[in-house]
């Protein structure tokens, strides 16, 4: 599951909060071990993600660096390139 967790951090244009709340959803279904929570357990489960997706943003805001931000295209052919590596070694 937490494989689909993208790095946020230094991205022109930033994260969206799209982005950012799939991270938290991730994060939550991860720890919690339930992709979708019992009827029971719902409201404490989006309260979580909604937390986390907060204090992820302030993260976010917060972060400082001095390398120039990442093409977001770039990432994409790159992970892509080290998947298509990956996977022809398995076969």
């Known amino acids: 599951m937490c494989r689909n967790i993208r790095t946020l951090h230094n991205f022109e244009p930033a994260a ?3 982005e950012v709340h799939a991270a938290a959803l991730q994060y939550v279904r991860k ?3 339930a992709t979708k929570p019992s ?3 719902q409201e404490a489960f989006d309260r ?5 997706g907060v204090a992820t943003e302030r993260l976010l805001a917060s972060l400082v660096t ?3 931000p990442k093409d977001r295209e770039e990432e994409a052919v790159k992970a892509k390139e080290r998947s298509a590596r990956r996977f022809a070694s398995i076969a």
């Open 16 to 18: 969206t909060s799209d």
């Open 31 to 33: 720890i919690s071990g």
């Open 48 to 52: 979580a993600v909604k937390e986390i």
């Open 39 to 41: 009827k029971a357990n």
């Open 66 to 68: 001095t390398a120039p």
